[in-house]
């Protein structure tokens, strides 16, 4: 099995900043893609930003510029920094990352949410 443990939310003014942590723990042979999803109330999940274990990123057109995504690949951990938050970024925030196992087969996993609030 594989855990995801996430840290880093909590409630933070307009224009400031948090960082989000996902660290991956378990039955892992590697990880190919980790990223962040948000979910705010009444709307469906999206994705935030994505990155690969070679380093390659994806941005939701709506953080691009204001957040930024990096990883530890050693450690299984992947890093969200969200500078210049807007009301608009209020939602749970989810960690996800697709695990590789020695079979060569590929699972997503989720974290279990950390809520991240932005006041005006």
Known sequence: QVQ?????GGLVQAGGSLRLSCAASGSIFSINVMGWYRQAPGKQRELVAAITSGGSTNYADSVKG???????????????????LKPEDTAVYYCNAGVVDVTDSTFHYWGQGTQVTVSS
């Open 4 to 8: 995801l443990v996430e840290s880093g």
């Open 66 to 84: 204001r957040f930024t995504l990096s990883r530890d690949n050693a450690k299984n951990i992947v890093y969200l920094q969200m500078n210049s």
